[in-house]
């Protein structure tokens, strides 16, 4: 599927602040431009001490627009018009400073003006040192801006421009705003409109008689919540679950298992597919031989003896089938080694992508409702911040979102 013109006739007005992030707008204007929108930007003063006004105007095919009081560009009350003569106001980067003017409604420039005056969704794309995004201003700001009605795409986890620095605050990159944009301005021409998705979520229960079994912690919280992330950027989600206490997802379809043998037999009948995001947690043995009637306890008698064999690899039997999808997500559940077993996994299940975790009883992860996750690919490691699940889930599926369409 092409995303060649999903934003044919949207007219994008994009704020580029001041940062070193700046040189990732060249890269986002040409991408929202070969989707078919048209970019029309605005640099602020420290903007222009990163990237020049033209390169910004070569590549979106545009006048730069850089002062508020610009005699040609306000003789018609330029910066309301500005505002208004937009489907979308996107800022990117945009820096503390520019969201605490944003917050406070402070107007001391165009690019603040306009924001001012915007009656336009507005999509921020903050980008930071860690400490800064961290800092209780920033963060008030920040609530501040929600409850205005801003959306935010990230700020991403990774290297910072400074040495040795490291955490939440990179810019998203291009493909993850515009995913974000094509959400924001049609409710139908989603990202990922036609793409069909398999999601496994929860654990398996493999029985030991009708009243015992051999599960785990898994509460599938994680994956619910990426089964509904991929439908709201327009997948066509099919999630098989394992038993959970959890309501099934809104807009998905929904497979009950229970075995693990039940789920990968629904998975295959699922097949062709073009992305499989495998989160279950599937017990990795069962009985050998389940008994039809509880086992009782007798006096005196030595516990009983369950021999155990290996359930199915669902997984790798994806990753290695003939109708393979085009993306195959696994996730990697540690308690120790964790990037060196991922690594491992990644090889040896044929998976383009694993989220890692480490879910050590004192993490609180596993049947909690916060993750921390390493995505481990061939290229290297991404290297997220603790995040509620939901927030996890939404960050998946823009990266999903961002693989499909560069692969």
Known sequence: MTLSGALSGKRILLIISGGIAAYKSLDLIRRLRERGASVRPIMTASA???????????????????????????????????????????????????????????ADDLASTVLLAADRPVLVAPAMNPKMWAHPATRRNITTLK??????????????????EHGLGRMAEPLEIVASVLSLLDGGAKPLKGRSAIVTSGPTH???????YIANRSSGRQGH???????KLGANVTLVSGPVTIA????????????????????????PADIAVMVAAVADWRVATSSDQKIKKQPGDAPPMLALTENPDILKTIGHHANRPKLVIGFAAETQNVEDNARLKLARKGADL???NDVSPD????????????????????DWPDMDKNTVADHLARKITQMLETS
């Open 248 to 271: 099934d997802p809104a807009g998905v379809k929904t497979i009950h298992v229970e075995r693990a043998e039940e789920m990968r037999d629904a998975v295959l009948g699922l097949l």
């Open 225 to 231: 919540a990426i089964a509904t992330a991929l439908a």
């Open 206 to 212: 493999e029985p030991i008689d009708p009243v015992r």
């Open 147 to 164: 409850q205005d009605g801003i959306h935010f795409i990230g700020p991403m986890a990774g290297e910072m421009a400074e040495s040795n």
């Open 48 to 106: 222009q001490e990163f990237i020049t006004p033209l390169a910004v105007g070569a590549l979106s095919a545009s006048h730069v627009y850089l002062d508020l009081f610009s005699r040609e560009d306000e003789q018609d009350v330029g910066h309301i018009r500005l505002a208004r003569d937009s489907d979308l106001i996107l800022v990117a980067p945009a820096t503390a400073n520019l969201m605490a003017k944003m917050a406070q409604g402070l």
């Open 354 to 356: 694993i989220v890692a």
């Open 363 to 382: 993490s609180g992860i596993m049947g909690g409702e916060r993750n921390r996750v390493k995505l481990i690919t061939r290229d290297g490691i991404e």
